[in-house]
């Protein structure tokens, strides 16, 4: 029986290192598939193998299923696993001799993946860019950023289901995406630029090829994520669930106000106007001078027909921020709005002496909205000579007020800006 034993033991030993060599001569003559059928072949000696066989093991079987680039998801996440496997059990073991290397293949893993992953998102491919970054993040779990990349890249397929996943891993995480930039101005050009890291920058200062060097913190990508993951839970009627998620996020950053504004959406795509315009006054209590606020409350005013409103928030945008061209635009719009029901009351009136007298007062009252609408139409085309839209409509209103002459002028500009878009 000790016999029979010993021969069965050495019998294991020799099929384990025949199994393992045909594996290494597959991946020396690049023969993938024949070094992926030996690692299956050997996988199954593997519970009689000994520590060292099977750290070797592991590290020509990820080897194998990596195929330099060209494997199957599922094979490059069973080498992933493998590598794993391996560094757990070196560890273990006290003894990297395949630790070293696997880091290196993991590297190159990253690179062949990162590489693919920005393909897939430059050509749209926003599916496979989402699983693409993912082996990126799970090959290197410390580079969350490309987390976040596989979480947008799903949102904008849109695979609504795999972004709250991401989303979720990432808020479990405490991601927030928050980064050091390093500017300094380029002595030669003028120009501020933005440096990889602060050492670069700190050189290039010192070498005098730039000079003002600053710091600045990237935004917080929190409120953003919560945003997504409330917004994904309403698309599939889980508006408690949103709620919660919003309120879980504000409770830990109450003065947030990316936080606030998230919760605000979350409340206009459910639907609840009034909890939306609440807590868009709150933000624009924190935040007075951010013009962008009080645009949307104008907007908001606007949908709800309350124009004396909506032009009150645009009024104080553009004092904040004199060059807000939609808020502009927006004033106009606001203003014009009245003009059909001039025009339908023109239309209805008959022929009779109070008729035309009707007539040319409600004719008087348009004139006055156009004149109060023109100096607002003209300031957002001043702003933006390619306003196609403001030039069309003061090109009507001039028509319609006899400028002949503003109106050939404004004409012109509208062919020319048509001629443009359509590449002529």
Same mark, same amino acid.
């Not at 080498?79 to 696997?102: F, R, V, W």
């Not at 459910?270 to 909890?275: H, I």
């Not at 009707?358 to 607002?376: G, H, S």
């Not at 028509?399 to 002529?424: C, I, P």
């Given at each position: 029986?000790?016999?029979?034993?010993?021969?069965?033991?050495?019998?294991?030993?020799?099929?384990?290192?025949?199994?393992?060599?045909?594996?290494?001569?597959?991946? $020396?003559?690049?023969?993938?598939?024949?070094?992926?059928?030996?690692?299956?072949?050997?996988?199954?000696? +593997?519970?009689?193998?000994?520590?060292?066989? $099977?750290?070797?093991?592991?590290?020509?079987?990820?080897?194998?299923?990596?195929?330099?680039?060209?494997?199957?998801?599922?094979?490059?996440?069973?080498?992933?696993?493998?590598?794993?496997?391996?560094?757990?059990? @070196?560890?273990?073991?006290?003894?990297?001799?395949?630790?070293?290397?696997?880091?290196?293949?993991?590297?190159?893993?990253?690179?062949?993946?990162?590489?693919?992953?920005?393909?897939?998102?430059?050509?749209?491919?926003?599916?496979?860019?989402?699983?693409?970054?993912?082996?990126?993040?799970?090959?290197?779990?410390?580079?969350?950023?490309?987390?976040?990349?596989?979480?947008?890249?799903?949102?904008?397929?849109?695979?609504? @289901?795999?972004?709250?996943?991401?989303?979720? @891993?990432?808020?479990?995480?405490?991601?927030?995406?928050?980064?050091?930039?390093?500017?300094?101005?380029?002595?030669?050009?003028?120009?501020?630029?933005?440096?990889?890291?602060?050492?670069?920058?700190?050189?290039?200062?010192?070498?005098?090829?730039?000079?003002?060097?600053?710091?600045?913190?990237?935004?917080?990508?929190?409120?953003?994520?919560? $945003?997504?993951?409330? /917004?994904?839970?309403?698309?599939?009627?889980?508006?408690?669930?949103?709620?919660?998620?919003?309120?879980?996020? !504000?409770?830990?950053?109450?003065?947030?106000?990316?936080?606030?504004?998230? @919760?605000?959406?979350?409340?206009?795509?459910?639907?609840?106007?009034? !909890?939306?315009?609440?807590?868009?006054?709150?933000?624009?209590?924190?935040?007075?001078?951010?013009?962008?606020?009080?645009?949307?409350?104008?907007? /908001?005013?606007?949908?709800?027909?309350?124009?004396?409103?909506?032009?009150?928030?645009?009024?104080? #945008?553009?004092?904040?921020?004199?060059?807000?061209?939609?808020?502009?635009?927006?004033? #106009?719009?606001?203003?014009?709005?009245?003009?059909?029901? +001039?025009?339908?009351?023109?239309?209805?009136?008959?022929?009779?002496?109070?008729?035309?007298?009707?007539?040319?007062?409600?004719?008087?009252?348009?004139?006055?909205?156009?004149?109060?609408?023109?100096?607002?139409?003209?300031?957002?085309?001043?702003?933006?000579?390619?306003?196609?839209?403001?030039?069309?409509?003061?090109?009507?209103?001039?028509?319609?007020?006899?400028?002949? #002459?503003?109106?050939?002028?404004?004409?012109?500009?509208?062919?020319?800006?048509?001629?443009?878009?359509?590449?002529?």
């Amino acid at each position: 029986m000790t016999i029979v034993l010993v021969m069965a033991v050495t019998s294991f030993s020799f099929a384990q290192k025949n199994e393992i060599k045909a594996i290494e001569k597959a991946l $020396k003559n690049s023969n993938y598939a024949d070094a992926k059928s030996a690692a299956s072949a050997a996988q199954g000696l +593997i519970g009689n193998m000994d520590d060292k066989s $099977k750290a070797k093991f592991y590290y020509l079987k990820a080897q194998a299923l990596y195929a330099n680039g060209n494997g199957s998801d599922a094979d490059i996440d069973e080498a992933i696993t493998s590598l794993e496997n391996l560094k757990d059990l @070196e560890s273990k073991m006290g003894k990297l001799k395949y630790t070293q290397k696997a880091n290196e293949m993991t590297t190159g893993m990253v690179n062949t993946f990162l590489t693919k992953a920005n393909e897939a998102f430059t050509k749209k491919d926003y599916k496979v860019a989402a699983k693409r970054f993912e082996k990126v993040y799970r090959m290197s779990p410390k580079d969350t950023l490309y987390l976040y990349y596989a979480a947008s890249s799903a949102v904008s397929e849109p695979d609504y @289901e795999t972004a709250l996943d991401y989303y979720i @891993e990432l808020k479990n995480l405490g991601y927030n995406g928050a980064e050091m930039n390093y500017y300094a101005t380029n002595v030669e050009t003028g120009e501020e630029e933005n440096f990889s890291d602060k050492a670069s920058r700190d050189f290039s200062v010192k070498a005098k090829l730039h000079k003002l060097p600053r710091e600045k913190k990237s935004a917080s990508k929190t409120a953003e994520i919560v $945003k997504n993951i409330a /917004l994904i839970y309403v698309s599939q009627g889980e508006n408690e669930k949103a709620l919660g998620a919003m309120a879980d996020a !504000r409770k830990e950053n109450p003065d947030d106000i990316g936080l606030l504004l998230s @919760e605000a959406n979350v409340y206009l795509k459910m639907g609840n106007r009034e !909890r939306f315009k609440e807590l868009m006054e709150e933000a624009t209590e924190k935040d007075p001078n951010n013009a962008e606020l009080q645009y949307n409350l104008g907007v /908001l005013a606007a949908e709800g027909g309350n124009s004396e409103e909506a032009i009150k928030y645009y009024e104080k #945008a553009v004092a904040i921020n004199p060059n807000y061209v939609d808020a502009y635009t927006n004033i #106009a719009v606001v203003i014009l709005d009245g003009e059909a029901k +001039i025009v339908e009351e023109m239309n209805a009136l008959g022929t009779s002496k109070a008729d035309n007298i009707k007539y040319d007062e409600l004719k008087e009252k348009r004139t006055k909205v156009y004149e109060k609408a023109i100096p607002y139409l003209e300031k957002a085309l001043e702003l933006k000579n390619t306003n196609i839209d403001a030039a069309r409509t003061l090109m009507n209103i001039y028509s319609a007020l006899g400028e002949t #002459a503003k109106f050939k002028e404004m004409r012109t500009k509208v062919e020319a800006m048509e001629a443009s878009a359509n590449g002529n």
